[in-house]
């Protein structure tokens, strides 16, 4: 399982700053690195948007 930022992305940086695994990268949409993502559900619970969800991947 990985977190998804979906097409709503506004980026803000909520996600980047909140994740404890540095999982969130910046670069024109936000992006999760599924090898770093440990599906905590902390950039889920934090986006002001609503956009991030955890997939199987």
Known sequence: ??????AGCRGCGA??????????RPGGPLLVLADLCNDCGECVEICPADTI?????
Do not use: F, K, N, R
């Not at 996600?15 to 969130?24: I, N």
């Not at 969800?53 to 991947?57: F, G, L, M, Q």
């Open 1 to 6: 399982m990985t977190a998804v930022i979906g």
């Open 15 to 24: 996600c980047l700053l909140t994740c404890p695994e540095h999982a969130v």
């Open 53 to 57: 969800e955890v997939i199987d991947d």
